[in-house]
């Protein structure tokens, strides 16, 4: 006669044994890795929301001054002449950027009564925005401390670090490293929970936790994809000031450590600013520069000027690449190659606000987004809500579902 098969079902309880215990670690994971991000998470995605639509909310908040009606194709007139009929409203200060914008023919001068008084008070620098074909003035000079910030620039900061700066960055960055963590355990624990129920069931008739749950679990499914993306790339955002910082006080000043003994240029000794921004776009075809930085700007060097010159298309406008041109001779010292890593960080804006794509992609963006808020508060119901805890609860109904399904041992 031979032996039972009794292995049968030693081995099956004890395959589900470790299965379950495995689905025990996805659940503490899922759990306070949730619980954790998710006040901040909601907090990220509601103010989120309107900075999809920051471009359209600043422009009916704060509309721009607008330009004159001049034909098509009108030609710029030399930048030189616009600085010094800036520097003329402001005798004796000195030149600190100018920004160029790449949508309409406007140009700004900032300016500050010295190096040392703009360091010492960044408010102190005033600025006054031009007609670049007529140099014609479309705003006058208004200082930095008169304009605050706008309503848009206050929900970024919230957004970005809750006002707390650099810390509130490296927080807000662990935060989505967490919220990726519970999608990943979600999922995980998603497919053994739902294996008796079709996708997408709601069940209407259960009591409200039940259809809650139900509900969380299916828009968290749905939106895997992008919330998923969303948080890496938010993630990667948060570090991106913190990484350009360490890149400039490393990278770029090795390579203007030549200069570094020489002494500073004095106002006159400058080249022409026009001539700088003609020898970076030839250095740089297929781009526009936006920012002139002068020499002596923290972020730029004393003995050149940095020019900042981005893509024309929607994502390779998130791409720059700044140029140094001698600010004494006029010439291209270096055009500066952005490290792969920051590269990565730039294309991840884009991809994070949606901005890439026109309104279609913004609204479908906020409807993602509205969607994540759901997710995220369906979740603090059900964690407030609780009795028992549900997944313990399923993991208990779990076992005893497989235990009844294990073969039972024969005897031949």
């Known amino acids: 006669m031979n032996q039972p098969k009794a292995g049968i079902r030693s081995n099956s309880r004890g395959g589900g044994k470790h299965r379950h215990v495995s689905l025990r670690v996805w659940q503490w994971s899922h759990r306070w890795s949730s619980l954790v991000c998710t006040i901040f998470l909601l907090v990220t995605c509601i103010t989120g929301l309107p900075l999809i639509f920051a471009a359209e909310i600043d422009h009916w908040v704060m509309p721009e001054a607008p330009v004159a009606a001049l034909p098509a194709g009108t030609p710029y007139i030399s930048l030189d002449r616009i600085v010094e009929r800036s520097r003329g409203l402001h005798p004796g200060w000195i030149v600190k950027s100018i920004s160029l914008d790449d949508t309409s023919p406007k140009v700004t001068v900032a300016l500050a009564p010295s190096w040392d008084a703009a360091e010492a008070d960044p408010w102190v620098v005033e600025s006054t925005t031009f007609d670049r074909r007529t140099a014609q003035i479309i705003q006058w000079p208004k200082p930095y401390h008169r304009r605050g910030l706008s309503l848009v620039d206050t929900i970024l900061v919230m957004h970005m670090d809750l006002f707390m ?36 069931t709601v069940r209407n008739t259960r009591k409200r936790r039940t259809r809650w749950l ?46 570094s003994g020489k002494v500073p240029l004095r106002p006159d000794e400058l080249s022409s600013p026009q001539a700088a921004l003609d020898t970076a776009e030839r250095a740089l075809p297929g781009m526009v520069v936006t920012t002139i930085l002068y020499p002596g700007n923290d972020n730029g060097s004393p003995h050149h000027y ?9 994502l390779t406008a998130q791409l720059s690449t700044p140029a140094l041109v001698d600010a004494r001779t006029g010439k291209l010292t270096a055009i500066v190659r952005m490290p792969a890593y920051l590269r990565a960080l730039e294309l991840s804006l884009p991809l994070h606000v949606g901005d890439y794509g026109g309104m279609p992609l913004k609204i479908i963006w906020a409807l993602l987004d509205l969607v994540t808020i759901t997710v995220l508060g369906s979740g603090l119901y059900l964690w407030f809500s609780r009795r028992k805890s549900p997944i313990e609860a399923r993991i208990t109904d779990l076992e005893a579902f497989d235990a009844k399904a294990a073969p039972v041992p024969t005897a031949e």
């Not at 992008?226 to 890149?247: D, H, K, Q």
């Open 165 to 200: 700066g650099l810390k509130g960055k490296l927080f807000m960055c662990g935060m989505a490293i967490l919220f990726v963590i519970a999608i990943g355990s979600g999922v995980v624990l998603y497919a053994p929970f739902t294996r008796k129920l079709d996708f997408g």
């Open 214 to 259: 139900d509900l969380h679990n299916l828009l968290g499914v749905v939106t895997l994809a992008w919330a998923t993306m969303v948080g890496v790339t938010g993630a990667m955002n948060e570090l991106s000031a913190p990484l350009f910082a360490i890149w400039q006080r490393t990278d770029v000043r090795a390579m203007i450590e030549p200069w």
């Open 306 to 314: 940095l020019l900042w010159a981005y893509g024309k298309t929607p």
